[in-house]
């Protein structure tokens, strides 16, 4: 049974549509965050939830929505999908904040 | 300049050669994280560390808090050991993100 899973891996779509990617963990941790990786395979934190309660917004255009509707998923919606949302999205979970995190797989969103 | 400052950034090794990756980082810190990217890239945590060395397998990572510089070392390696590295922080407090690297690629041919 996988960990934290994401879908769906792969997302193809066209400028200005809406889209969602759902994350789901299955090992009981209070934290969950979400992660964009650029086309330079750079890293950086989206979002934190800790009890579905919002801890984190890393400045991101309000275009990206998470909801948490427990503490064992966190989705993101985006609206308004841009080329410049191309990316790798990975959602994390830990035990507690700033303990080892655990990646889902990725999903490689491509805006055309 | 990004906090987290990994080198080199690209390392290419021969089977059975000793590899060290270093990351220096300017911000005060609650940890210090090193993850695996492999080429189809999922991401795996392999230690997370706030002071002296932790050992798993053929994995080393040590941390030195008052030069704020870590270092993984693989012993032995192999071909399979090819994948990005990653260092990360986290900087405590009510807010622990974690701020990355760039990433280490390391080959490893057989």
């Known amino acids: 049974d996988t960990a934290v899973s994401q879908t769906p891996k792969y997302l193809v779509t066209q400028m200005g549509n809406d889209k969602s990617i759902k994350c789901e963990q299955n090992?009981?941790?209070?934290?969950m965050y979400w992660y964009k990786q650029d086309s330079k395979k750079f890293l950086k934190i989206m979002f934190s939830?800790?009890?579905?309660?919002?801890?984190i917004n890393e400045t991101v255009p309000n275009r990206f929505s998470p909801k948490s509707p427990d503490k064992a998923h966190l989705n993101l919606h985006i609206n308004s999908l841009e080329l410049g949302d191309s990316a790798v999205y990975f959602c994390?979970?830990?035990?507690?904040?700033?303990?080892?995190?655990?990646f889902g797989a990725g999903t490689r969103l491509s805006v055309l | 300049k990004n906090e987290v400052e990994q080198s080199p950034q690209n390392l290419t090794a021969q089977e059975g050669e000793f590899i060290t990756i270093n990351c220096s980082y300017s911000v005060g810190i609650s940890a210090l994280h090193w993850l695996q990217q492999h080429p189809g890239g999922g991401i795996v945590s392999l230690f997370m560390l706030s002071s002296g060395k932790k050992k798993h397998g053929r994995l080393i990572a040590t941390i030195n808090i008052q030069e704020k510089h870590s270092s993984l070392h693989i012993t032995a390696s192999h071909p399979r050991d090819s994948a990005v590295y990653i260092c990360?922080?986290?900087?405590?407090?009510?807010?622990?993100?974690?701020?990355f690297g760039k990433g280490t690629l390391l080959t490893v041919n057989p």
């Open positions: 090992l009981g941790h209070d934290t």
């Open positions: 939830y800790n009890n579905k309660e919002l801890i």
């Open positions: 990360a922080v986290s900087s405590g407090g009510s807010n622990y993100k974690l701020t």
């Open positions: 994390a979970s830990s035990s507690l904040t700033g303990n080892i995190q655990y």
